[in-house]
């Protein structure tokens, strides 16, 4: 153990402004909007539900995001403005099952088109907001693919207005090292045409295995079994080539499970076989940091390895972390969660696993649905007649009532008829000077997309609301991250859900303690915490036990004939000690905050201590509890005669 290191810290984070904390909670996806209905996907709609795969944020020309999840053969996509989901296909994936898929799932979204792949079925794309294409499913498969004979992909990325598809099936033949590029801003356009398409494709040597590619600054890093490559615009025919940064022929630094890549904006971080490691564009090679690995030795000792696409990472942009969550032995979801602090030298583990991260900016838009019956264009009966219905979307647990229409428009512009014949369709006469006098045009003279959507396009100016977003393996459930001290799952899909609070408990502990003397004895006489508790009606409790052994054990395998002897401390309330209030402090003679002290008697050569923040009379029990740390120390001496 490095001096100032911790052996375990169990839900405690330094914030980014180096204030070591309890660590925050998580509630669901949207508990913060004015009305929430299904936004953290308790409903999806299509039997039982399924751990959540993949979280991808596309952003639209005009700016606008919208949100989409995988499960093993669904995806859905976020409708802001309701706090729902649209099942925009169930036809693809093996057959379903409620266990974590050893499938990955991945997505590049160009405009408003988002193309899909699971490595099992063709690549389909999406248009943001379209209608079903084909039955129910609002997704379908690329003629261009279809053209080249490109059946699967295992990976689909976006960058620079490029869609790639990487390690791809065509012709009926695997190629690992392949990759298949668009022409630019066209992401269905995936033809050769040299001279006026930029889509092209060009294999890898060596028999290099494409896993995962990301973003680094300006930079798409692609990384494989053997190295890292870097996608350069080359001009010219070839228009991409990709030379290499770091290469191993025996995979030494290199990724080994793809879906833990994760890019900081200027750093990579990922695992390898033996440990998580840092790649930037000015490091020669991939590196262990100590810190980290020195932590993530609570990953490798007992990671699943074969559970290749259980593992996964994403980063925390608002705290600066990221955070890796395994499968262990035996199982075939994550379940625990390795949380890195990117900005100072600190890891936590926080006891839950979570299968899939996102960060996002939630951006209210209007939709279709809402301005047809806004307007008394239609009723929602006459939508529902149509086939235009609500069926493909779960978690309708607040209806909205099909209110009464004073007016209805006759029509759009005019009742007159006008015949495209190229088309094969009769349509209104748009040509019309002048709309009807009881068309929507007429009734509606002052009304413009821009006066509808405005406001939605004034929102985007503010980036304050981005939050991060996880797919939890406990309840299958999105959940973000939020300033609160609870960790919210749901216990009933039903409606708008059942939801339980649950607490947590936060723990410190430290190595063997030598006080640089490993061969003298030493007693322990004191510990003192200087700690800022948050005011709550219902305190925490401040616990903390030392320990004292003749030689160095394991506080964490503390068990045997060698084992720590523990000396539990009295409890403490986490409130202030000493004076409570400003007005008090400003008596004459009063004293200061006092700091937790307790007075101790413990000899040994080796001496430990373990601080834990819980709260026993909560309801949940071991909820709230916030409280930040500045200062803790253990004071010693020389045992005389040694």
Known sequence: ??????????????????????????????????????????????????????????????????????????????????????????ELGPQANTDCPDICWSAGSVGQITVFSNNIDKPVFHVAGQPPLVGDQAVAVIKDLERLKVSKAGLVV????????????????????????SDYNRPLSLWPNNGISLAGSSDLPNGEIILSAKAMADRLLIYTTVGIREAIISGGTAVLSFPQRYVSETG????????????????????????????SL?????????????????????????????????????????????ARRGEACPSDTLVIGTEFPFCSLLEEGFSAFVNTEPHINAIIRDVVRTFCICTKQELEEAGLD??????????????????QPTSFWTLNEKSEPELDIVIEDWTQNSPDPGSFGGLYANITIGSICDTEFLAGDCQSNKVFVMASTYDKCLKEAANLFYREHCVSRTGCGLYSQDGYRSIMTSGALAFNAPNVKKQADSFQIEAHPEPATIPGELILRVGSADHAVDPLKDEGRCAIFWDEQDIYRLECQGVLTVAESRKEGSAPMEPFAWGLFLPGLYLYYEIEIRNNYSNPPHTGAAVCFSRYDMMAHKVEGC
């Open 390 to 407: 609500e069926s493909n979307q779960g978690g309708q647990c607040n209806p909205d009532p099909d209110a009464p229409c004073p007016v």
């Open 282 to 326: 000015y490091d020669p090679q991939p590196e262990l940091v100590d810190y980290i690995h020195r932590a993530s030795a609570t990953i490798f000792d007992d990671i699943n390895s074969t559970a290749c696409n259980a593992h996964c990472a994403g980063f925390n942009s608002e705290r600066k972390q990221v955070w890796f969550s395994w």
């Open 1 to 90: 153990m490095p001096y100032g290191g911790y052996r375990r810290a169990l839900n405690v984070e330094v914030t980014t402004k180096q204030r070591l904390c309890r660590a925050r909670g998580w509630a669901k996806r949207g508990y913060s909007e004015a009305e929430f209905n299904n936004q953290d996907l308790h409903d999806q709609l299509s039997g039982s539900a399924q751990h959540v795969i993949l979280l991808h944020e596309a952003i639209t020309t005009a700016g606008f995001t919208h949100l989409y999840a995988a499960t093993q053969n669904r995806i859905y996509a976020s409708i802001s403005g309701s706090g729902n989901w649209n099942l925009i296909s169930d």
């Open 158 to 181: 976006s960058w620079n207005g490029l869609l790639l598809l990487m390690d791809v099936e065509q012709d009926g033949t695997r190629h690992r090292g392949r990759i298949i590029w």
């Open 252 to 279: 030494s630094r290199c990724l080994a499970y793809k879906r833990t890549l994760v890019s900081t904006g200027d750093t990579h971080y990922y695992m390898g076989k033996d440990g998580i490691y840092k790649y």
